[in-house]
């Protein structure tokens, strides 16, 4: 979701880069195979016999001998430094940065009582880095097991530089302070999780304002439509007291009466209205909160779509449907920009927003015609070179046909798809595209619409930074000689923290077949896949496997150093890659369950990569290893996985040999919007979502609240996906399916594993406005005591069994 306040926030990392391995996530980057997939080459400081003492004397800046290192490059040097174990190195870092800006470090700090506002925290770099520098010795060595020097380094830390940040590479920063504290308590025992905030009696009120009842608004009878699907389109009010009257209070152009209406006086009088109109979005006041959008200090594109979400929200979805379409009508050209400095476009959204409505309540008896919104060159971060084309359309009442088809279930109009003109894959796997345009996985022969999980269930405790993980492949806790995950599960169903007599275990695997799955989402690094259990899975279960290799991202695969990041130019980079997506292709291209080769995860975010840098570079050898790939695997699809639409031009022109624009999206409970259209503009080519999901908390809500919402999250998410898949009347037709993010909650993400940390960390389109990162399971593990068995099926399980089965 959108965010343009200027309030001072404090973001916490989702997964904090700490010693030995530099961790990885979205949200936007939010996979859980970003952040497994820093644990690949990690030392362990207590065995590797190269690791250097950290009793090492510091070495200053004025040693002779020392190299010089720029100021941007302390951190990242420090950060290398710890994952090699290299304490002599760690020293000399030390050593460098305090001596260069410890001083004005602490005269940084001493000029703030708080956070620095968002937006200025790289004004004060010099406390930031030299804060960073020193935790990252500190947690090296509590990893190192030196923990008196540990703790004495974490307290000075905080009681020096109290206000110092972090920058985490994936877009956020994170308080230094609050985690050296969370790493004391850790190694003094004295770590214990805060009792779950239960959510405070909350008003519900909903908007007193003036409707003209439920009907839907025809534009033509009150302007003109100029120049319709162009850019120099353009409605002219020809009514606008009659308009007025039919969209109703609040809604453009009838904006000037909310002022005089006396919910409105009552709410101010009653300070209801206080305070920043960005804190409203995810209020109970909702009726406050729109009284509040409709004076809020933004463009009127955004106060409408703001506006149309508070009455969403109050259930009031004629009223939501005229305001997000008086947006699409009026305000088309709207730009704005997210909380990640990407641009934001309203209209688009809104007219995603109307479609989940009416897919979500077909009681309404509604349907969308000939709305669409196309942003060319919107693939960029530069607006100033796109051009908009609208196509305002018409939203009416179903037909007496169209209801009939509804009560008696008739089976709705179907696209004719005609002949084949397009065939990927030579064997049981082919990816296929008909004669109308759409596109189509085929199994054997028959459809095969890709029902697929991020499946990464980790033990609480084990993490990635601490160099504690260990593939789900081969956990086997209970030395039975199975699997932990798939095969031992079981299911917690009455939340008691116990498994009773009638709570057999079940295993992952089981659960996943009852819920309609039939493909798993793998990489091959940093832990190689077990092919026995891989061929199991799919000789008992039926799951594919979409098998990935995450092509110099995190640095997986190039020989590049964490510091030094993969670049796509340098020849020894390419090589090393080349040789990685070589032998898993070799390894596994006969193995009966793999369904897709995938490459890369999100590298045009960057992290340890020039991707986001070079684009044109990256997708260049993207195509490389596709038509390598294609040259010893003629069986199997190859798709990329990008983060969102970001350079999807730059993939269109540069990678024609990639079969499936694949990409991590999260954008709302609505789905993926323009996603679909944008792909298939751009590309021709078929889509796929490889990560998509919510976190079933939220800190205004109740447990019970919160998986409700997570699970109206995931169904309208699919419903979307379903609603472009092939043979659909009014979808684009290219969608193949789509990934659920993610099978179970994962408690390291937010640093300290043994706990399921309830903080937000990053703003993101949820219904608690923040990415808690350690929530987004469908399933959860309950208190954590019976990890890795226990699961307790959430509301988001149930809802993908009813619409996978």
């Known amino acids: ?262 919910a409105f006086k009552k709410a101010s009088a009653e300070g209801r209205l206080e305070g920043n109109h960005w804190d409203f979005v995810y209020s109970d006041d909702l009726e406050a909160a729109f009284f509040k959008w409709a004076s809020a200090p933004e463009p009127a594109g955004v106060r409408l779509f703001y506006k149309g979400l508070m009455l969403e929200k109050a259930k009031m979805y004629y009223e939501a449907i005229k305001t997000y379409q008086s947006l699409v009508v009026h305000f088309p050209k709207t730009v704005a920009w997210t909380y990640w400095q990407t641009p934001w476009y309203p209209a688009q959204a809104a007219i995603a927003k109307i479609k989940h409505i009416i897919r979500m309540h077909p009681d309404l008896e509604l349907k969308v015609e000939g709305m669409s919104i196309k942003v060319i060159n919107g693939f960029d971060n530069d607006v100033g070179n796109d051009k908009i084309i609208t196509s305002p359309g018409k939203i009416s009442k179903l037909s007496l046909w169209d209801k009939l088809i509804r009560r008696f279930h008739l089976k709705p109009k179907r696209a004719t798809l005609g002949s084949v003109v397009k065939r990927i894959g030579e064997g049981d796997i082919q990816l296929v595209q008909y004669e109308n345009g759409h596109w189509q996985m085929r199994v054997k022969d028959k459809p095969f619409p890709i029902r697929a999980i991020t499946y990464a269930p980790t033990k609480i405790g084990q993490s990635p930074d601490k160099g504690t993980l260990v593939s789900w492949m081969h956990e086997d806790t209970n030395k039975n000689g199975l699997a932990d995950g798939p095969y031992d599960t079981w299911v917690d169903a009455n939340g008691n923290n116990q498994q009773d007599p009638d709570e057999p275990i079940v295993g992952d695997f089981q659960l996943l077949k009852e819920m309609g799955l039939n493909t798993i989402r793998e990489y091959h690094q940093p832990f190689k896949p077990n092919k026995t259990l891989l061929r199991r899975m799919h000789e008992e279960y039926g799951f594919y496997v979409i098998m990935g290799d995450f092509l110099g991202k995190y640095t997986l695969g190039s020989g590049a150093s964490w510091f030094e990041g993969t670049d796509y130019e340098n020849p020894v980079h390419k090589k090393n890659m080349m040789e990685s997506v070589r032998n898993m292709v070799m390894d596994y291209k006969d193995e009966p369950y793999i369904l897709i080769w995938v490459l890369g995860n999100e590298n045009n975010y960057g992290v340890a990569s020039n991707a986001n840098q070079k684009p044109e570079a990256y997708f260049q050898f993207v195509n490389e290893v596709a038509k390598m790939i294609k040259s010893i695997d003629p069986d199997h699809p190859v798709m990329v996985c990008n983060g969102d639409t970001l350079y999807l031009d730059i993939f269109a022109k540069y990678a ?37 999901g919510c976190p079933a908390y939220a800190s205004h809500l109740t447990k019970e609240e919160a998986e409700i919402e997570q699970a109206n999250y995931h169904r309208g998410n699919w419903m979307d996906i379903q609603f472009n898949m092939a043979g659909t009347v009014d979808g684009v037709g290219n969608a193949l399916g789509g990934a659920v993010f993610e099978w179970t909650d994962e408690w390291w993400k937010n640093y300290e594993p043994f706990y399921h940390d309830r903080r937000s960390d990053a703003i993101g389109p949820f219904p608690g406005g923040y990415y808690y990162e350690e929530w987004f399971g469908i399933t959860a593990q309950g208190n954590g005591q019976h990890s890795p068995f226990l699961r307790q099926l959430r509301k988001s399980y149930y809802a993908y069994q009813e619409m996978w089965k």
């Open 1 to 262: 979701m959108p965010k343009f306040c200027s309030k001072s926030v404090c973001m916490i990392g989702l997964c904090i880069v700490l010693a030995f391995i530099p961790a990885s996530l979205s949200a936007q980057e939010s996979s859980t195979d970003q952040a497994l997939a820093t644990a690949a080459d990690a030392p362990d400081p207590v065995q590797d016999d190269k690791i250097q003492d950290p009793d090492t004397d510091t070495v200053t800046a004025q040693d002779q001998g020392a190299e010089e290192i720029p100021y941007s490059d302390f951190v990242p040097q420090a950060w290398e430094a710890s994952s090699q174990g290299d304490f002599e190195r760690l020293n000399r870092i030390e050593g460098h940065v305090l001596a260069a800006y410890g001083e004005q470090a602490l005269l940084q700090q001493a000029a703030l009582e708080d956070f620095p506002p968002r937006g200025q925290e790289n004004d004060y770099q010099a406390l930031n880095d030299v804060a960073t520098v020193l935790f990252i010795k500190a947690e090296a060595l509590m990893n190192y097991g030196k923990t008196e020097e540990a703790i004495a380094l974490f307290e000075k830390i905080i009681e020096k530089y109290a206000w110092a940040q972090a920058w985490d590479p994936r877009g956020w920063f994170w308080s230094v302070a609050e985690k050296s504290q969370n790493s004391i308590d850790v190694m003094t025992g004295k770590y214990e999780p805060e009792d779950p905030v239960t959510p405070v009696s909350r008003l519900k009120t909903l908007p007193q304002i003036h409707q003209p009842g439920l009907d839907v608004v025809d534009y033509s009878k009150y302007g003109e439509f100029i120049n319709p699907g162009t850019e120099n389109y353009k409605y002219k009010v020809l009514d606008p007291e009659g308009l007025s009257q039919a969209v109703g209070e609040g809604i453009y152009p009838n904006t000037g009466a909310v002022r005089k209406n006396p």
């Open 656 to 692: 024609p040999d990639v079969d499936i624009y694949a990409a991590n999206v999260y954008r709302g409970d609505y789905g993926f919007g323009s996603f679909w259209q944008q792909v298939y503009d751009a590309s021709g080519k078929a889509a796929f979502i490889t990560e998509f």
